[in-house]
């Protein structure tokens, strides 16, 4: 059974650093594609970085370029998201998610973290 | 940025009736690059559709998806109570990633 799990979620002051993890479990975690996407509280989805198999082509939306760093640890079955310089609007739940087809569309999703900016 | 609107914001019907919901792109999504998603509340999405009309892994045969272009419909022939959720589209034709704003199918 494939099984994702968010970790490092915190209530964290504007302009600080946090760092999500993912344990991935259940599939062979570096023929996938992984993205991370979030959802304000209230809100819809959205898509936030992803990075494919081995970590060499990664990509952020607009949004967090420059402030979010994705990047995997194959050997360990992880996948990480840094946040620097945080701000408000950033408060989401953020979900780890399995991509499919160049990590175009997303067949597993963890619970969530809940990160929160105040 | 490819702009995704689903229509309406909410749709209240009944077990066993039919429900369309729309998703409208501000431009062409290429290569039918679309994805749907059902949410229920205090779980993860889950993916229903990819290709616009491709049901994912066991999702069930009451759900079928079409449409190309700028206009896809999500269609759920006759819905079981399992069904109220929140629906999203995802395109992944252009680069960034954008889902719709989703539609909430509610019990009437």
């Known amino acids: 059974e494939v099984n994702l799990v968010e970790s490092g979620g915190a209530v964290i002051r504007p302009g600080g650093s946090l760092r999500l993890s993912c344990a991935a479990s259940?599939?062979?975690?570096?023929?996938?594609?992984m993205s991370w996407v979030r959802q304000a509280p209230g809100k819809g989805l959205e898509w936030v970085s992803g990075i494919n198999w081995n970590g060499g082509n990664t990509a952020y939306a607009d949004s967090v370029k420059g402030r979010f760093t994705i990047s995997r640890d194959n050997a360990k079955n992880s996948l990480f998201l840094q946040m620097n310089s945080l701000r408000a609007d950033d408060t989401a739940l953020y979900y780890c998610s399995r991509g499919v087809d160049n990590n175009n569309w997303f067949d597993a999703w963890g619970q969530g973290v809940l990160v929160t900016v105040s | 940025e490819i702009v995704l609107t689903q229509s309406p914001g909410t749709l209240s019907l009944a077990p066993g009736e039919r429900a369309t919901l729309s998703c409208r792109a501000g431009q062409s999504v290429r290569n039918t690059y679309l994805a749907w998603y059902q949410q229920k509340p205090g779980q993860a999405p889950r993916l229903l559709m990819y290709?616009?009309?491709t049901r994912a892994t066991g999702i069930a045969d009451r759900f079928s998806g079409s449409g190309s272009g700028t206009d896809f419909t999500l269609t759920i022939s006759r819905l079981e109570p399992e069904d109220f959720a929140v629906y999203y589209c995802q395109q992944y034709g252009s680069a960034p990633i954008t889902f719709g704003q989703g539609t909430r199918l509610d019990i009437k």
């Open positions: 290709g616009a009309s």
């Open positions: 259940g599939f062979i975690f570096d023929l996938y594609g």
